[in-house]
């Protein structure tokens, strides 16, 4: 880590070491920013740190549930960048499939730990920072499932519903001190999440083809300069949500009973 920081914008990754968290890391060093990753596993993120360097980047290993481990990572960012935190990108997150009674109780929590209870960990840390900085943005990572609950996927999708409402509601709570809230919602992205069996069947085109995890990190860079509540990956899940309100029933029905969402019978 070099030179000033204070002429730099900077940015907070959370799940930084792996897809989209590694691809939005890479295009945020490339635009210029200075770069905190963090992530629960060491050894990527020192494949990490062997790949770009420490050049305008820090690398820490972090629990996002784990509060305290959280205040400690955003304290180390904040004497690296004066005080000042542009982005905090809340991209953490886990999925565990199968019926419900099927998982382990000990699963479904988590999943709402890490990818629910992390967001707000990271809020908490880092809300001080982003009312230091001028037109700072809080971005977390949803889902489509945010957009309508899926089979197979229900506390996965309960916890994005959960990310989903709480941007809604902080993006008009933190208008007042100058800062956006915003999350992303993605399709099927191509991160090492995805299946092998998965992959296979999914169609090659439609909101539910697979979708490079790249293309998050370019939205990412987009919320900073585009004033927008929620981003959908692919835009087509926004006509989704409203066919969605429109429709439920027969909107959920189509998904689960045809293509890549078609429920398995037991």
């Not at 309100?245 to 890549?260: A, C, E, S, W």
Request: aromatic residues 8%; negative net charge; hydrophobic residues 35%.
């Amino acid at each position: 880590m070099t030179g000033n920081k204070m002429d730099k914008k900077s940015i907070f990754i959370t799940g930084a070491a792996s897809g989209m968290g590694k691809e939005t890391v890479k295009l945020f060093k490339k635009e210029g920013w200075f770069v905190g990753c963090y992530d629960i596993n060491e050894e990527n993120l020192e494949k990490l740190s062997d790949e770009l360097g420490d050049n305008e980047i820090v690398y820490k290993n972090l629990d996002v549930t784990n509060k305290n481990d959280f205040e400690k990572c955003v304290a180390n960012f904040s004497s690296c960048t004066d005080g000042k935190l542009d982005i905090l990108f809340n991209n953490a997150g886990i999925a565990e499939g199968g019926f419900f009674e099927d998982q382990p109780y000990e699963s479904h929590l988590k999943v709402i730990n890490i990818n629910f209870i992390g967001v707000i960990n990271g809020i908490y840390s880092a809300i001080q920072l982003l009312k230091n900085t001028p037109n700072s943005l809080c971005l977390n990572t949803a889902s489509s499932t945010a957009v309508i609950g899926l089979p197979m996927t229900s506390v996965y999708s309960a916890s994005k519903h959960a990310v989903k409402g709480l941007t809604e509601s902080l993006s008009a709570e933190f208008s007042r001190f100058d800062t956006r809230v915003s999350d992303i919602l993605p399709g099927v992205i191509d991160t090492p999440l995805i299946g092998e069996e998965i992959r296979i069947n999914l169609p090659k085109e439609g909101m539910w083809r697979l979708i490079p995890a790249g293309e998050i990190a370019k939205t990412a860079l987009r919320a900073y300069y585009e004033n927008r509540i929620h981003w959908y990956v692919p835009e087509d899940l926004e006509e989704l949500e409203m066919s969605v309100v429109k429709d439920p029933i027969n909107t959920r029905d189509d998904l689960m009973n045809t293509g890549p969402m078609k429920m398995p019978i037991e």
